[in-house]
């Protein structure tokens, strides 16, 4: 017994040759399997799994669709910039100011209608009217009294127009509140024809035709100079009167910038 | 120039104290354990590396089935993933990791319906015939083929005494650790781990 107690307190110690044997025998390791398969399960018990990819199944239709949309998109934005930048989309037909069109250009180009101060205020009780009527179309305005500003299809709208307008006119109502609101319809006139909205609206009471685009004029007189160089001096002249008769508005500086002093001077003369 | 090197290899010094430590090597088992509590994976791969030896090894010897020591063992380091949260570092991890080793051994054998004796009172009878094995001439001959002399010696041990040796061999625990393992009082602890050393000894000079 002594004995046992002194080898335990040997082998306790470390100095025992039976420790020695047995790490000297074969040491055994678990499987490489073993060991993978217990460090996934420690991987995955502590990295949170992640979302299980939704697998998408790319349909047959799916690259033609999205190539059209792109197509469409980049189309519409191209087309939306332009109308934006005030280009013209399809560049406006070169007015022709050859002899046997120039005619033609007189008829076609409808001169725009001076606005004068009464019909401003025809078009404002247009409008006043529109606005009380709840914007209809179909109400009969004030402006109907203006014929030789209406189309023909538009005559008989306006008889009735009249027709319905004038015991209002008549009334003191009206007058009242003409007199109240002039101030407020002088500054309105001013900024009338500034705003695009109000602007529509009058030349479509009036039936303002506003042809001529930007860059037409300009091009009428690239037509002329060209007509001036080429020899035609007699066809250019007449048409720098056409010119002047169709784009009353059009600065004398811009003119002699394009043509050039010294055209511009003949042409006058 | 020497600057020059001497800047280098404290460079290159301290690069490897980072890579150790990243590895693991200056943690103990607890701090391991802790930082894969708080999600550190590779915590848990250097504490699997220190231990997945010997508690094989454990295993191995204490079932004496290698199919079924793997599926212990396996079954051993999932508890420990499982129940985590509620490892408590004041207790030694190596206590930890063997308890729950030895219990599910225990599970598992009761589940198979096999006898495991508690006393060592009631082992005489197993004594005398594991030492009439160990002194079986065929059997330590078939046995030492595969696995050596020391290694059928153990085999022929009883359960609490190979259990008790493999823990101090294997774990290096001390008696009074082994006896927290095993769930018995140092002195029993103690008298087994005599008994066994005694046996293994007798074993081995050809007593």
């Known amino acids: ?57 790319k349909s047959p239709w799916v690259r033609p669709v999205s190539i059209a949309a792109m197509i469409t998109l980049s189309v519409s934005l191209v087309v939306t910039m332009q109308q934006e930048s005030g280009q013209p989309l399809i560049s406006a037909p070169e007015l022709s100011i050859e002899p ?24 404002l009780d247009e409008l006043e009217l529109r606005q009380r009527n709840g914007g209809r179309a179909d109400v009969p305005t004030a402006s109907g009294a203006v014929g ?11 008889k009735d127009e009249a027709a319905i307008i ?8 009206k007058q009242k509140a003409r007199s109240k609101e002039t101030e407020k319809r002088v500054f309105a006139k001013e900024h009338l024809l500034k705003s695009a909205p109000m602007e529509a609206d009058v030349a479509a009471s009036v039936n303002f035709k506003p042809d001529l685009q930007v860059g037409q004029g300009e ?51 | 120039m020497y600057r020059i090197y001497l800047c280098l290899f404290y ?5 490897v104290r980072y890579k150790l430590c990243a590895m693991g090597f200056n943690h103990s088992d607890e701090e391991l354990m802790l930082q894969y509590v708080a999600g550190d994976a590779v915590a848990f791969e250097s504490l699997y590396s220190r231990h997945k030896g010997p508690v094989y090894r454990y295993m191995l010897r204490l079932c004496r089935n290698e199919a ?56 005489v009878d197993d004594i005398e015939h594991e030492q009439q094995l160990a002194n079986n001439p065929e059997y330590l001959t078939q046995t030492n083929q595969v696995m050596g002399k020391l290694t059928s010696l153990l085999e022929s041990l009883p359960n609490e005494q190979r259990e008790v040796f493999l823990l101090r061999e294997e774990a290096g625990m001390t008696v009074s650790e082994i006896a927290e393992t095993v769930g018995v009082n140092n002195e ?20």
């Open chain 1, 219 to 269: 091009k009428s007189l690239l037509k002329i100079k060209s007509m001036w160089e080429a020899g035609k001096y007699s066809e250019a002249k007449k048409g720098y009167q056409e010119f002047y008769k169709t784009h009353p508005g059009f600065s004398v500086e811009k003119i002699k910038e394009i043509l050039g002093p010294d055209l511009y001077q003949a042409l006058i003369l």
């Open chain 2, 68 to 123: 079924v020591a793997e599926e212990l063992f396996q079954e051993v380091w999932m508890k420990l993933i499982k129940a985590r949260e509620n490892y408590i570092a004041s207790a030694k991890f190596t206590t930890y990791l063997y308890k729950l080793a030895h219990n599910l051994f225990i599970d598992h054998y009761r589940k198979q319906n096999v006898r495991i004796v508690e006393d060592l009172s009631v082992e």
């Open chain 1, 166 to 173: 004038k015991p209002a006119k008549k009334g003191t109502l």
């Open chain 1, 100 to 123: 046997h069109s120039s005619t033609a250009l007189s008829e076609e180009i409808v001169m725009p209608q001076t606005v004068t101060a009464d019909d401003d205020i025809l078009v």
């Open chain 1, 148 to 158: 030789s500003s209406r189309s023909e299809s538009n005559t008989d709208v306006m």
């Open chain 2, 188 to 207: 029993a602890a103690k008298s087994r781990l005599r008994y066994a050393i005694a046996k293994l000894r007798s074993g081995l000079n050809g007593e």
């Open chain 1, 1 to 57: 017994m002594v004995n046992e107690e002194k080898e335990l307190d040997d082998y306790l110690e470390g100095n025992s040759e039976l420790s020695n044997q047995y790490h000297a025998s074969a040491m055994v390791e678990p499987s490489e399997r073993l060991n993978e398969k217990i460090l996934s399960a420690a991987k995955d018990a502590v990295i949170p799994k992640h979302k299980k990819k939704v697998l998408v199944h």
């Open chain 2, 11 to 15: 460079f290159s010094l301290r690069v």
